[in-house]
Every structure is written in structure tokens, then in C-alpha cells.
């Protein structure tokens, strides 16, 4: 028997009625996935504290290398010089990136000169003072920006978690085995 588009609709949506009167059951119910945890509805991911270096050890347009969420995921840290979107610091002007450029993965380089981040395989441009907003070439999304605290207290700057998604994956923080 030929199934119309209007009999599929109908019986589509008598199938999505019926299944939403016995309380959803048939369908995935996103407060199981919190049983067992201490934080049921939780939505936001628990990325590590990290510190990565001292403000007062930073110079303007040096890049510091390091890595979080975990080993597998390379960003950097830049002093701008001048109070930015998202800075942190005694002066508002520390922020971090991932590297990976999110057209195809390929590491991004900082240019202090223009204050952009750079990828050499296709050319993407990423504007470090503007939340690492894409500005031009092959890449759709803005780089991955590492949120960041500063402590007054002994001058740390520290990872707290990641705004956007990494390259190459699916969550920013991989599975423990």
C-alpha cells in the first residue's frame, strides 16, 4: 500500500501525540541522563582549573603556549596590550585560544603585528580582541576562546573552561578510561 504525505503526517503525529499523553516514556528523557550524578539538570561541562602562568611574567604580543582542556588540545595565551572583550588581568587585556583553526585543525599562528591569529593551510583570519571572531578565509566559526579568572591574590591567570567547540570533536573534554 503507497503511503501519502498526508497519511504519514497524520500518523506521524498521532504516533508524537500519543507517546507525549504517557508522559514522554517513549521518547528520550533528558532527566535520565542526570540520574545517579549529584547534579540533576546539570547542562555545563566540568572543565579543570588550570593555572598557565603569572600576569606579571607576561610581555604584550608574547604568545605562551600550553594546553587544556587536557594534552590533547593546543592554545595559546596573549597579553594585548590594551583592555579587550574577555580579558582578564589587572589591565582586562589577557585572553586565550585554541589553536586548532576550525575550518580543518591546522594550528593557527599569532601575528603580535596585527593582532590576529592566522592559519597557514587555507588562510582563515581571527581577530584576537573581538572573542576570536572569524574575519576571513575558509573557517565558518569564531577559534574556540579559553574562559580565564585572574587571582589578585598571587597574580594567576587560570583556565576555567571553553567557550565554542574544539576542532575535531564532539565535547571539549574527552571520555576518562
Request: charged fraction near 15%; aromatic fraction near 6%.
Amino acid at each position: 500500500m503507497k503511503l501519502s504525505r498526508r497519511r504519514f503526517l497524520a500518523y506521524t503525529g498521532t504516533t508524537a501525540a500519543g507517546s507525549a499523553a504517557l508522559g514522554g516514556s517513549l521518547l528520550l528523557n533528558p532527566a535520565h541522563a542526570a540520574e545517579g550524578s549529584q547534579q540533576p539538570g546539570k547542562v555545563m561541562l566540568d572543565y579543570p582549573e588550570t593555572t598557565i602562568s603569572k600576569a606579571g611574567e607576561l610581555n604584550v604580543g608574547q604568545p605562551v603556549s600550553f594546553t587544556y582542556p587536557d594534552t590533547s588540545s593546543p592554545c595559546t595565551l596573549i597579553k594585548i596590550g590594551r583592555k579587550t572583550q574577555g580579558g582578564v588581568g589587572p589591565d582586562g587585556d589577557i585572553v586565550a585560544y585554541s589553536i586548532l583553526c576550525t575550518h580543518m585543525g591546522c594550528p593557527v599562528s599569532y601575528s603580535a603585528q596585527e593582532r590576529t591569529f592566522k592559519c597557514p593551510c587555507h588562510f582563515s583570519v581571527f581577530d584576537s580582541e573581538l572573542n576570536g571572531q572569524m574575519v576571513t578565509g575558509q573557517a565558518t566559526e569564531n577559534l574556540p576562546r579559553i574562559l580565564l579568572s585572574y587571582k589578585d591574590s598571587d597574580d594567576s591567570i587560570e583556565a576555567t573552561g571553553v567557550e565554542g567547540l574544539i576542532y575535531g570533536r564532539q565535547s571539549n573534554l574527552l571520555p576518562v578510561a
